[in-house]
């Protein structure tokens, strides 16, 4: 195993550990909005410091990008964290959200973690290496049509500028698959769309934290990203698709029609 995704790993079962703790107890948790439901926690802070604890006795000279704290250091080594991904579903008792670790090398994506603490499923990758589920190797299903296919999505829920474009690709595309399922942790829809539990994945206005380790986790069990736009932007625009290459190419193909 890759020594730094070693580290990221026993970062996001520490803080997986750490949000646990808290699932009874959510009641009593200090929680603020950042933005229109937009919502953070303590557990999501506490989570986030035990991650970059981690990571800087480690690493101290890597750079790292989080999601509650920001960005710390400017290093050929980047680390993009999001330490509970699905914040909101954790504080309505919602059981689907995880921690995300993306590790970048001079922009590239090289490790990534997604860790389920609930179910206590570990997604991994390696740039290379393959991606793996519990040390098992995944692949992207073999799905090649929409039609039987299940996808996977992201309602807007803050910024609705996108609102209107989101309703009318909703609209496409439920008559031309077998369904569409909305979890509220991108990073977990990435993972599955890795494992093949979901077959494709769309969605706009993600953040760098919420890809990048479903990110590599997709390349590294054979499918494939692109922008909504059809490009290779998505880490910036955070407008996303994702699936095998068939899948992928025919969502595409619906969204632009």
Known sequence: MHPMLNIGIRAAHAAGDNIVRYVD??????????????FVSEVDKQAEAIIIDHIRKAYPDHGILAEESGKHGN?????????????????????????????LHKGVFDQAIVYDPLRQELFTASKGGGA????????VSKQKELEGALIGT?????????LDNYLESFRKLCP?????RRSGSAALDLAYVA???LDGFWEYNLKKWDIAAGALLILESGGILSDI?????????????AGN???STQLLDVLHS
């Open 132 to 139: 793996n589920l519990n040390n098992r190797r995944i692949r």
């Open 154 to 162: 992201g309602f807007p829920y803050g910024d609705m500028d996108n």
């Open 229 to 241: 736009d059809k490009s290779d932007n998505y880490m910036s625009s955070g407008n996303i698709v």
């Open 176 to 180: 031309v698959t077998a369904g569409i």
């Open 75 to 103: 290093d050929t080594y980047q680390w993009i964290i999001d330490p509970l991904d699905g914040t909101t579903n954790f504080l309505h008792g919602f059981p689907q959200f995880a921690v995300s670790i993306g590790l």
């Open 25 to 38: 107890r959510i009641e009593g948790l200090e929680i603020d909005s950042k933005s229109r439901n937009d």
């Open 195 to 197: 494992c093949g539990r």
């Open 245 to 247: 290459t068939r899948i």
